[in-house]
């Protein structure tokens, strides 16, 4: 094998030009499948861009420095003799790809901010996949692994490739996955997916593979699926579509556990269970991988640190060495369409897959899928005859163009919001020869997540994506265009979200806060550098300096222009600043004032059947409550009349008790026999004794009651009112009176004494 080509950029000439002719064309032109984008950006404020052979870099934060020119840093590249049509970096922007229609050259970054400029800082390049694609076998589109940050993948098409011995031509379509960790797999893909569909009784040109794209973040098997889009408009699926080696959250793999053992088979699916049982092997191995895996499948969920990555390595050991994903597809397609001629495809959604596929015809197809799971090449043809998705319809967006749609070709790119990362409901459309805009289908992605499954949809609540167009490059005479070459999107902290857009001779940013005030180019260079401001400014030497170069490269003025967000203060305006974009304003002024005007008669036609529906409800309730009040008083008045009864009936018993009292009385003095006279004159006696008790026992109770209830008074005693000798009378009245109940109390301890001893005898 044939070393690789290790440079070290700063030991080349500041100047030095490159192994291509000046008068070569920037771009094939020619209609391929490769989807062209010249643009990269990254979190940190790096802007990427290949300009005429060139590739410069500059950090974009540099941008909110008003009154500065900003100067682009050449990295000097060598050995590129073949045309570059994309550039992609990796997620944590150290690798830069170049990607041509056979080629990719691999630039590894390493921009060392902290370390003087004149030290060495090497920038490694390598080519990559050797061998393998040529004139015949072409670059269709790259992506890296959303798991890890070495791990290229590469899809590509053999329009006639040499199966085997028999002389049969088969059309092969390959996805390669490459390690670019390791130089020996530089020129040998880790992996190969062929996605070629056995039962396909002819193979077309119309069955062209065109594009590729991973599935959502859902937490599961999403970001290790790979969808696969043909010309003819059929979708196709695999998965997991891992790398020998990758990096994951633990949480992903404890939830790819508890999915897996909850949507266990029945035990009559005996051509499921199989694949279920691989499939559990296969998570059991990543779960047996993570930290503490000993513990149980429970407390690994509640311990801290379940966002953190974990490096999973595969194949596990020789029973799943040889295991390999099985292709589903291509999906059911309800209902029925009509394709055009397909180019690109994503994915987005929180929890089921939105579909969007777009065609050559400016139209966007918009739909949701089954959620896919794993299936294994395990030579089960049951399986594989029943293992095929459904793909469910929902909207078609056809797009205005001013081209003739059969003789062009217009061809729309989809590339995501990074500041959408979370809601992942907002795709940036790329029109290469009108534009750019956006599609939003958060109303139609919300409204998916509420319900259970995707069969459960209600097919008949149409709900439209919202269209907005951010910028038009195309005029008003048909077929004239000013081409985009290259768009990227960034969220910085300082200048909030940008577009930036790369055409033949300009770089445009658009602040996407205003993206509803479209500009219109005609493709005409002075008519577009008009737009744009003067870029005759001190340079920027002091914001950030490039540790490619010992002096930096200066754009000519006639080739490139930088169209900046401007002083608003120095009386200088924005380019979207114009005639149109006020005119624009003014009527989504009017808009917004119709729409104020309706609003109160939209909320009362909206609400009127919940206020009456409410107003019954309150009537309702009223009339019981005064039920209940009615009910009460009837209970309170029931209650009364029935005390008074009670109390008449316990003052019936009380005379009752008395006139039984008397009767026995009147009996024992009646009934008793040989009593003599004494005793007899001793039980008169005592009865005359109990009637004068009985008199002033009611006495003596009101004159205690009166005796506790006079305040205590410590005064002296006044003249009293009445002389002596009444006093003196009352007094001896009060004592004999004393003396007579004496007497009496003392005959009656006697007479008792008498009785008691009478009853012993």
């Known amino acids: 094998m044939k070393e690789l080509n290790w440079t070290k950029l700063l030991e080349l000439p500041a100047n030095k030009s490159l192994n ?31 300009y005429k052979k060139k590739l410069f870099y500059y950090n974009i934060r540099t941008l909110k420095q008003q009154n500065k020119k900003i100067s682009p840093k050449e990295i000097y590249l060598q050995d590129i003799n073949f045309e570059v049509h994309s550039i992609l970096l990796n997620a944590t922007a150290t690798i830069l790809s170049l990607i041509g229609k056979e080629r990719i050259v691999l630039i590894q970054l390493k921009i060392q901010k902290h370390i003087n400029i004149e030290k060495a800082a090497s920038c490694i390049s ?71 569909v056995t039962e396909r ?20 098997w999403g970001l290790c699926t790979v969808y696969i889009l043909k010309e003819n408009g059929d979708v196709l699926t695999i998965l997991p579509v891992l790398p020998e080696k990758w990096w994951m959250k633990k949480q992903i793999i404890l939830n790819l556990y508890n999915y897996t053992l909850c949507n266990a088979p029945c035990e009559r699916d005996t051509h499921l269970s199989s694949h279920y049982y691989w499939t559990k092997k296969f998570v059991i191995e990543l779960m047996k991988q993570c930290p503490n895996s000993n513990k149980t499948e429970l407390s690994l969920l509640n311990e801290e640190g379940d966002e953190d990555l974990v490096e999973l390595v595969f194949p596990f050991y ?7 994903p099985f292709l589903q597809g291509p999906f059911f397609i309800k209902p029925d369409s009509n394709y055009n001629f397909c180019h690109d495809i994503l994915m987005v959604g929180n929890e089921i897959p939105i579909c969007l596929i777009s065609d050559v015809k400016c139209g966007i197809t918009v739909g949701w899928i089954d959620t896919p799971v794993p299936v294994w090449s395990l030579k089960d043809e ?63 992605m919300d409204y998916l997540d509420k319900s259970n499954d ?99 490269f200066q754009f000519n003025s006639s080739e490139l222009k930088l169209t900046r967000v401007a002083n608003l203060g120095n009386e200088i305006y924005p380019h979207f600043i114009t005639e149109k974009s006020l005119r624009y304003f003014k009527e989504r002024y009017d808009e917004l004032m119709d729409f104020i005007k ?30 209940i009040k009615d009910k009460s008083e009837e209970i309170q008045k029931l209650k009364e009349s029935n005390l008074k009864n009670i109390f008449k009936l316990l003052q019936r018993h009380q005379q009752s008790l008395k006139k039984a009292d008397n009767l026995l009385n009147i009996l024992f003095d009646l009934a008793v026999p040989n009593l003599n006279e004494a005793e007899i004159s001793w039980s008169k006696e005592l009865k005359l004794c109990e009637t004068q008790v009985s008199k ?61 001893v009478k009853y012993y005898e």
């Open 454 to 552: 995707a069969s459960s949809f209600n097919t008949t609540d149409f709900l439209e994506s919202d269209i907005s167009w951010i910028l038009n490059t195309s005029s008003s005479e048909p077929g004239e265009f000013t081409t985009i070459k290259g768009l990227s999107i960034i969220d910085d902290v300082f200048l909030g979200r940008l577009a930036f857009i790369l055409t033949p001779f300009d770089i445009i940013a658009i602040p996407l806060e205003l993206e509803g005030a479209s500009s219109k180019y005609s493709g005409i260079g002075e008519a577009l550098k008009s737009k744009f401001l003067d870029s005759n400014m001190e340079d920027d030497v002091t914001d950030y300096k490039s540790e490619y170069l010992k002096e930096n």
């Open 126 to 196: 390598a080519q990559l996949g050797g061998g393998l694609y040529n004139d015949k076998n072409q670059i269709i589109k790259v992506l890296w692994h959303p798991y890890s940050k070495i791990h290229l993948m590469i899809l590509s098409t053999d329009s006639v490739l040499r199966y085997s011995l028999s002389m049969t031509f088969l059309q092969k379509i390959f996805v390669r996955m490459f390690n670019i960790s390791q130089a020996a797999y530089f020129t040998t893909p880790e992996k190969s997916f062929d996605f070629m």
């Open 201 to 220: 009784k002819f193979s077309g040109s119309f069955e062209k593979v065109v594009s590729f794209c991973f599935g959502i973040d859902d937490g599961l």
């Open 696 to 756: 002033y026992s009611a006495t003596i109770g009101e004159l205690e009651r009166q005796k506790n209830t006079l305040p205590l008074n410590n005064k002296k005693f006044t003249v009293p009112a009445v002389n002596k000798e009444i006093l003196q009378k009352f007094y001896l009245s009060l004592s004999q009176e004393r003396l007579a109940i004496k007497n009496c109390f003392e005959k009656f301890q006697k007479l008792e004494r008498l009785v008691d």
């Open 318 to 324: 020789n029973l799943l060495q040889n295991l390999k």
């Open 20 to 50: 291509i002719s000046e008068n070569q064309a920037d771009l094939d032109e020619e209609d391929d499948k490769l989807q062209k984008c010249l643009t990269a950006t990254s979190d940190d404020g790096s802007f990427f861009f290949y």
């Open 598 to 627: 309706k609003f109160p008669l939209t909320i009362t036609e909206k609400f009127e059947p919940r206020r009456m529906q409410q107003k019954l409800e309150l009537e309702f309730q009223l009339n019981l409550q005064k039920e």
């Open 382 to 444: 049951l399986m594989e005859l029943s293992v095929k998705p459904t793909l469910y319809i929902h909207e078609y967006i056809k797009l205005p163009s001013n081209f003739e749609e059969d003789i062009y070709d217009v061809k729309i790119d989809f590339l995501t919001d990074p500041s959408d990362a979370n809601k992942c409901n907002t795709v940036f459309c790329k029109f290469s020869e009108m534009g750019f805009f956006k599609v939003d289908v958060k109303n139609f």
